[in-house]
């Protein structure tokens, strides 16, 4: 349960890595990212997430957007490396709109409901990079082989399964294409064997 959000960083490259580096560090890498070619910005966007200021990972963000306040009106003119807005929807989309932004942030697009369900045509989706993830624990190597036939290609992570073998116990590796947490991939992977075994 709890008050669900959603939210979107639109941001200057400098300052993309410095919030990407707060995210990554608190396990709360956004859902998406897009890159605005218009005006060479980055644009992170979080689906449906507890937003609260109280929170350890929210306070991380919002750390750092005290921090660009400062750098972005150093800034030289039209130089938007530090700049950012940040919008963030709440479930009631009538009433609850925040909109925060640096300096110059508020010359960024504006990023709006109808953004959330369709991206402007000039915004291009960022490609993640494939990567391996291993799962904790342990199998014998027939449980092993079964679980990566079962899970081959399914949700729409499109899981890829391998195992290693070592002196019999098998560890199981997945990999992905995707920019979700290792540990919000390993929760799906779990889920939908869930449902697999369900249907044995």
Not at 80 to 109: F, H, N, Q, V
Request: hydrophobic share 35%; aromatic share 14%.
């Amino acid at each position: 349960m709890g008050y669900y959000s959603d939210v979107a960083i639109e941001c200057g490259q400098k300052a993309y890595k410095m919030i990407k580096e707060a995210a990554e560090a608190n396990r709360f890498s956004p859902t998406e990212t897009f890159k605005n070619d218009d005006t060479n910005t980055i644009i992170m966007h979080w689906k449906w997430v507890k937003w609260y200021e109280e929170f350890t990972d929210v306070k991380a963000i919002n750390n750092v957007l005290n921090k660009l306040d400062d750098l972005d009106e150093e800034a030289e003119d039209n130089n938007w490396d530090y700049s950012y807005k940040i919008t963030r929807l709440g479930e009631d989309p009538e009433g609850d709109l925040e909109i925060r932004y640096s300096d110059k942030g508020y010359e960024l697009d504006s990023i709006s409901y109808s953004t959330f369900l369709n991206m402007p045509s000039h915004i291009e989706y960022f490609e993640p990079k494939q990567r391996e993830i291993w799962l904790d624990g342990y199998f014998t190597e027939t449980e092993a082989k079964a679980i990566c036939a079962k899970m081959e290609g399914k949700t729409f992570y499109k899981f890829h399964c391998k195992y290693s073998n070592h002196a019999g116990n098998c560890r199981i590796g997945i990999e992905v294409n995707h920019i979700d947490t290792d540990d919000t991939i390993k929760e799906m992977f779990y889920f939908a064997a869930l449902g697999e075994l369900a249907k044995a």
